[in-house]
């Protein structure tokens, strides 16, 4: 049987995985928070000392089942998602209509998996412009258990009323943010739609005909009449008897480091 030592540099740390066997697997590795210890065990195994350099990957995720790469792969990982913004309502014969919802943001750091067996994932739909405006959907990991991020809601077929963000406190993660909500009608003008959840705080309203700002890492909302901007920003009201704009589908990533 060979042996080898996995050096790994992060960031905020060092450690040291001892591994035993010709593959770079971590069925046999031990972790060590002192490289005095990882020494100590190389002198007592006659362990080749292989070098490492860490480089982190992030991987956007499409749909369906996920399968975590199987090789040099950390088994913990990083995942952030958004829900679907939700779509704007159309025009009514002469007044405008609501905007929609932003998605929110979830994030979960430290998730065990397993490389190699592959994670069930759910990208949240686009909510669609309409009467009234479609909802987005939830992104989530393992059905909602692990990661869920809200979809926002489209905007109603009614005047005083707005579609609604998706909720922090309706998800699951360590980190959550709310999306903004949508704004009403102005007279014959379509409001504007909320902009989804960043990284480090809720999305924006949208205010009066003006889509929600994109905080940092999250999508605008539309102004009235057009669509909002990925990932997760909601369409804006449609004006009198006008189409309105369209949400922007969620997303998912995750992140992890790997030997190279």
Partial sequence: MSFFI???????????????????????ARLFTLQ???????AAHGMCAVSFTDAILTVNVTSGTQVIPPDNVTTFLTVEGWGGGGGGCTGAAVNGRPGGGGGAYSKIVNLPVTPGVPITVAIGTAGGAGIPGGNGGDTSVAAGVTLL??????????????????LASAGVGTTKFSGGDGAPRTGASGGGGGSSGGTAANGNPGVGIVGGAAVAGG?????????????????????????????????LTYTYRIGT
């Fill in 6 to 28: 996995r050096y790994c540099a992060p960031a905020v740390s060092t450690y040291y995985q001892a591994e035993t066997g010709p593959t770079t697997t971590f069925a046999n």
């Fill in 36 to 42: 005095a210890d990882a020494d100590a065990f190389i």
């Fill in 149 to 166: 991020a809200k979809g926002g809601v489209g905007g109603p077929n009614n005047d005083a009323t707005f579609g609604t963000g998706g």
């Fill in 219 to 251: 999508g605008a909302g539309g102004d009235h009449a057009l669509d909002g901007a990925a990932p997760g920003g909601a369409g804006g009201g449609g004006d009198g008897l006008g189409a309105a704009g369209n949400g922007v589908g969620g997303k």
